[in-house]
Every structure is written in structure tokens, then in C-alpha cells.
């Protein structure tokens, strides 16, 4: 086992990214986040048959929606193992695509396809895990139609990283079994909520996308909103009220510091970072009761002003993936609607014409569609709608849905759903949740304070 | 729970209290204790949000007792002092409602910030800062720009009626610091709003 520099662990990413099988003694190791990932041999019967099985993953997302695949699941092990696997099922389950099965599968052989087919199973896992402060966890995953391993892989990390094990090797099952990269090594930021309902105290926080790992960022001194996740960087960016100014921020992962981004009179907030991660668009309040749209460069602090529009809201902003448009919110017709615009401003035109009021608009990271949020009656929905406006569902209702955030592979919203209070702020609730953008499945991600604000980060690996 | 008091000139974190004892106004409100703390006298203060002072304030804004001190310098058997927050409120009212989705000033919220306009020029050395309000019925986002669409229009006519531009500040809590609880017609219809304080 040897280890590889970032450059070669990066382009061994792509590899593994894509659907070819990974397996035979040629392959090398592979680190990520201080976790090596290494190919283990297909067994000898099978190693030819395993190494022509290219494409294996002939089933769609869409498919899977109809018709979740069955998978066993079985115990890692005692102890780490157990808790390795339940985080593995725990992820799968979560998306709505597998039906996962518990079952015993042999670590060391070739599992008993003819038995495993007929309790109804269409893939298999089989996995050890050894050791204690540094962990070896051997996954192999097996198409039980075809009799063959799809992959086969022994990660090895420090007992801490153990979750991310799990994470990764649900994300390898998810890749293999629907040829589309699985967003469950992400995380969430999100504003973590305590105290009463008319003076909650806010402060930026980071979780697993389970819900675990939770880690809160900033003192709740100030009010804090909206984070965001860079696309390239460990920064977030965000709203603070630091010292009663509110103003967009820059907060760094890495080193924990806040960094004012920008220099406006107005309030600046809706931050959103480009796809490239060198500018944040952002919405800025003007003197005359108006918001306007404003790109600021991260480097340089340079801003270039993208609306102008003399007293009505523009806010909100979202660049589609390629960066060449921003969908974004604007009372510019009378009340608040979806609006597209050029990256550089201009071409304005609406896309929202259903009944109601709509915000928060963000594309989708495939390009396909763009989340929002409608008001009508008093309501909230959450719904999609092609770019062209076309196409509009609602995926979910709630006396409070807002602030969508797509996972990177755009199969998945987070979003903060809350209850209605009545007197004393009694009956509130703060929560984020997940919804597929099929509508189909939902979760609310456990967190041990009120939560709203969740947004998605990029993939890690 | 936290209070933190702050430099007005600074905005320094000044003291920090945890735990604050709570004491009952009336027994119908309650905030936070702010008469122990040290170094309040001659000091301007903040709390953030309603935690603390703006909780006063409601109390007060609420009811005719003009008594409920918001910090040393203000005992609780005299009237307010004179050009403070809790006189604001007791001359002139602290603050104007809006309709839905709408920053359009009613003849009442005229007349209120026409007693604010005589208030502050009965004490020119005051500064105020106006916070813009919304219901929870609409994005988070948006509703940070309509809060500040509100306080800018009380400002303006503010400004109209010749008060200085630099005593005045504004700020939008959205959504996320309403004045009442509650989600009803009623508590709506009060969270819309723009709420004046002594800076």
C-alpha cells in the first residue's frame, strides 16, 4: 500500500467515479481525508466474469423511485462493525431507492447467489472490520442477478473516521447500482436555533448530512443566517448582524475566521457562491426601500452591480450550474416572483406564474430544474419547476418550507420546515429536513437544537 | 440565556450575563434583570433583539405602567426620564404597523411619527435607530429587504420633517425577531412593523 500525492489521489477519484469496476491487483490505493481506499481481488472463479462487467448499473434513479432495490446489508462485525453497517443501511434507506435486507453474507467467499436470489435480494454486501485504533473495514459489493462483485475495496482509517467509512462505501453502492455519485460523505450547515421564539439565538453549525458530527461555528452573539457552501473551498459564506450591521461573511473552515465580504451602506445578505467559487452574488438594500442584485469577487473584493431597479426587491440570487445565468426573487411585477437573468445582468425575464408569492429559487447542480418556495393562502410549498417555468410540482406543504439546497447530485433538497407558535411561542419547531426531488421520500435530520438555514456542500471526495 | 451589554461607541462586549434572573412586571411580562448588573449608569446600552430591552419595551408599550425601568437611572416609582427609550415610548410610541406586504404608511403610523418628529426635536441630542419588522409569512430573504423597506419608509418621513439624517439608523430583522408571539391574523398584523429606539 502506498500513499499518493493529491494530484494523483485526484485523478484516481475520477477513476473511481466512473463505472468501471475496481478490481485485480494492478489498481492502486486511493486516499481521501486521511482514509486509504484499496481494491481487493475478485475471487479467483469469478475474476474474469467480475472484470468484463463493466456498466453494471443498469438501473436508473427514476426506476429506483418505482421499484427500491432490494440490498442485504448484513452485520460488519461486532461491535464498529455493527454500527459501520447501520450507518450504511441508515443512508441507503434514507433516499428512498433501496429496500435494505438483513441477511448474513460471507466476508471471505463468494456468497450463495441461488439463496440470496430467492429471498428477493438483487445485491449483496459483504464486509469485515478489523482492528482498533487504526480500522480496516473490507467491503465487497455483489450483483446477485449476475453472480458477480461490482466492487470490492478495503478502506483503512483512524477509529475516528469510522462514520466516513460508512459514508463512503454507501456512496460506492449508490455509484455502482445507479451509475450516479451518492451524496452521502457530504455535510449540511445549517443555523442552529435556541431560546425563545422571539429572541432565538442563531449560530452557524455543521453536521453530517445524517445528522451526526454536529459542530457549532460562531457564539450565537449575533443574529445568523443563510450560509452557504463554497464549491471549491472549506469557506461559508453567510449572513451575521455582527455589531447590529448586517452584512454577508466569509467563514473559513479551516481557520475559523469571519471575513467581511464586500463594502456596502446597505444591508447585504442572500449570499451565493458562483460555480467556480471566485465570486459570491449577493442581494444589497438601497436607500429608497429596494433591494439590488451585486456580484462581488472573493479575491479581489471588486463588486459589479447586477440590477438596478429603483426601489423594488431583487434578492435571493442562484446561478445555474455552468454559471451563464441567476434565477432569483424580485417584487418587480407588484409581489415576489422567479425571475432568470443573465450572469452579468440583463435579459430579464419571469418564470413563475402560479397562484401565489414565490422566493428563494436555487438550480438545481444538474441544471435540470430550480427548487422554490411558494406562498399561497397563507401556505408554504415546496416545489420545482423547469428553468423555462415549465413544469412546475410541488413536492411538499407545511405551515413553514423554505430555503431549499440541493445535495451535489441533485437528487435530494434539504430545506427548514417550522410550526406554527401559538401564545408563548408554544408549538414552535425549527427543523431541517430531506426530500427527494421525486417528492417521494422525506426526513427530518435529527439535530439536538432547533434548526433552519441547511445548505448542501459539494462533494468531498 | 445571555445578555451581553454593550458599548454603545464600541459596540464591545461589556459585561456578559448568564442565567439572568428573571423578574415580573405586573406578572403579566417578564425580562431580564438588568438593574445589577455594574457600569450601567451613564452608559448607553443594547441588548440585541427584544432579549432584555426590547422585551422592556413591549412591557411597557403594552400597558400604561410607565414605571418598569429599563436600567439603573430610572427608579420604579418615578415617570421615564426625560429623552430616554422608556419616554419614546410614553410621549410619542415606539412604533408603526403595517398592512400585508406593504411598507405604505397609515394615517396612524403618520401620527405616531409625527409625535416622534416632536419628541426628537424636544431632545435634539438623541439618536434613534428604527427596525424594520415582518410576518413569518413570507421567505426569510425577502423579508429582510421588506423590513428595511419599512424602516426606510419611517425614516423618510422622519427625514421629511426635518430631522437630522445622522441621528437616524436603520436595520431589518426579516421575519426572525418578532415583536409577538403567535400565528394568527393578530400577531401578524403586529409583527408588521417598525419599531423605534433610543440609540
Redesign the interface.
Given at each position: 500500500m502506498s500513499f499518493f500525492t493529491d494530484d494523483e489521489a485526484e485523478s484516481l477519484k475520477k477513476h473511481l467515479t466512473r463505472r468501471s469496476i475496481l478490481t485485480g491487483a494492478g489498481q492502486g490505493a486511493l486516499a481521501i481525508g486521511g482514509i486509504m481506499a484499496m481494491p481487493l481481488s475478485a475471487y479467483a472463479a469469478r475474476r474474469g466474469a467480475a472484470s468484463s462487467a463493466d456498466g453494471a448499473a443498469e438501473i436508473t434513479v427514476d426506476q429506483a423511485h418505482q421499484a427500491p432495490i432490494p440490498i442485504v446489508i448484513p452485520d460488519f462485525g461486532a461491535g464498529m462493525g455493527t454500527r459501520i453497517s447501520e450507518v450504511i443501511s441508515a443512508d441507503l434507506s434514507s433516499t428512498g431507492l433501496f429496500q435494505v435486507m438483513p441477511g448474513q453474507v460471507p466476508a471471505g467467499a463468494q456468497p450463495d447467489f441461488s439463496a440470496l436470489k430467492a429471498s428477493g435480494a438483487r445485491a449483496a454486501v459483504a464486509g469485515s472490520t478489523t482492528g482498533t485504533d487504526s480500522v480496516r473495514v473490507e467491503m465487497r459489493l455483489w450483483d446477485v442477478l449476475a453472480g458477480q462483485q461490482l466492487q470490492g475495496t478495503a478502506y483503512t482509517a483512524s477509529e475516528s473516521n469510522w462514520r466516513r467509512v460508512a459514508h463512503i462505501i454507501a456512496d460506492v453502492i449508490y455509484q455502482r447500482l445507479l451509475g450516479e455519485q451518492g451524496y452521502f460523505d457530504t455535510r449540511i450547515a445549517y443555523v442552529a436555533r435556541t431560546g425563545p421564539r422571539r429572541h432565538q439565538e442563531t449560530r452557524l453549525a455543521i453536521m453530517d448530512q445524517d445528522g451526526a458530527n454536529s459542530h457549532i461555528l460562531t457564539s450565537g452573539q449575533w443574529l445568523t443566517l443563510e450560509p452557504r457552501f463554497s464549491p471549491i473551498s472549506q469557506q461559508i459564506a453567510f449572513l451575521s448582524y455582527f455589531q447590529n450591521r448586517p452584512r454577508v461573511y466569509i467563514y473559513d473552515l479551516n481557520s475559523g475566521q469571519q471575513t467581511i465580504l464586500g463594502t456596502f451602506n446597505g444591508i447585504s445578505f442572500a449570499p451565493r457562491f458562483s460555480p467556480d467559487g471566485s465570486g459570491v452574488i449577493m442581494s444589497v438594500t438601497t436607500q429608497n426601500g429596494g433591494a439590488d442584485i451585486y456580484r462581488v469577487d472573493t479575491a479581489t473584493q471588486s463588486r459589479i452591480r447586477l440590477t438596478n431597479s429603483g426601489g423594488v426587491i431583487d434578492t435571493s440570487p442562484c446561478f445555474s450550474p455552468d454559471g451563464q445565468q441567476i434565477v432569483f426573487n424580485s417584487d418587480r411585477a407588484g409581489s415576489p416572483q422567479l425571475y432568470i437573468m443573465s450572469a452579468t445582468g440583463g435579459n430579464v425575464r419571469r418564470i413563475s406564474y402560479g397562484k401565489g408569492h414565490y422566493g428563494s429559487p436555487v438550480w438545481s447542480p444538474r441544471g435540470d430544474i430550480i427548487a422554490f418556495t411558494r406562498l399561497n393562502h397563507g401556505g408554504f410549498s415546496l416545489g420545482i419547476m423547469n428553468p423555462d417555468g415549465t413544469g412546475e410540482r410541488i413536492l411538499t406543504e407545511g405551515f413553514t418550507v423554505e430555503s431549499p439546497s440541493f445535495a451535489p447530485n441533485g437528487r435530494a433538497i434539504t430545506f427548514c420546515r417550522q410550526t406554527a407558535s401559538s401564545s408563548g411561542g408554544v408549538g414552535f419547531t425549527s427543523t431541517v429536513a430531506v426530500i427527494d426531488v421525486a417528492g417521494f421520500n422525506e426526513h427530518v435530520i435529527p439535530t439536538s437544537t432547533g434548526a433552519s438555514d441547511p445548505a448542501w456542500s459539494p462533494f468531498r471526495h | 440565556?445571555?445578555n451581553?451589554i454593550l458599548d454603545s461607541l464600541s459596540?464591545k462586549?461589556l459585561a456578559s450575563v448568564k442565567g439572568a434572573s428573571l423578574i415580573q412586571v405586573k406578572g403579566a411580562f417578564s425580562f431580564d434583570s438588568l438593574q445589577s448588573l455594574p457600569k450601567v449608569r451613564n452608559m448607553k446600552f443594547?441588548a440585541?433583539?427584544?432579549?432584555g430591552l426590547t422585551?422592556a419595551l413591549a412591557a411597557c408599550g403594552s400597558s400604561s405602567d410607565q414605571k418598569a425601568s429599563v436600567g439603573e437611572g430610572v427608579s420604579q416609582q418615578s415617570g421615564p426620564v426625560p429623552g430616554s427609550e422608556a419616554d419614546l415610548v410614553a410621549s410619542a410610541g415606539d412604533r408603526i404597523f403595517f398592512a400585508l406586504?406593504q411598507?405604505k404608511l397609515s394615517s396612524e403610523a403618520r401620527a405616531t411619527l409625527d409625535k416622534q418628529i416632536a419628541w426628537l426635536q424636544r431632545y435634539p441630542q438623541v439618536n434613534i435607530?428604527i427596525a424594520g419588522n415582518c410576518d413569518?409569512?413570507?421567505?426569510?430573504?425577502?423579508n429582510?429587504?421588506?423590513g428595511?423597506?419599512r424602516s426606510?419608509?419611517a425614516r423618510d418621513y422622519l427625514l421629511a420633517h426635518g430631522i437630522s439624517a445622522n441621528r437616524i439608523s436603520t436595520?431589518?430583522?426579516g421575519k426572525?425577531?418578532?415583536?409577538?408571539?403567535?400565528?394568527n391574523e393578530e400577531a401578524w398584523a403586529q409583527n408588521r412593523n417598525a419599531i423605534t429606539s433610543v440609540r
Open positions: - | 440565556m445571555y451581553t459596540n462586549g443594547k440585541f433583539g427584544i432579549l422585551l406586504a411598507n435607530l413569518d409569512r413570507g421567505t426569510e430573504e425577502y429582510i429587504a421588506l428595511q423597506r426606510n419608509a436595520i431589518s430583522y426572525d425577531r418578532p415583536t409577538v408571539d403567535g400565528d
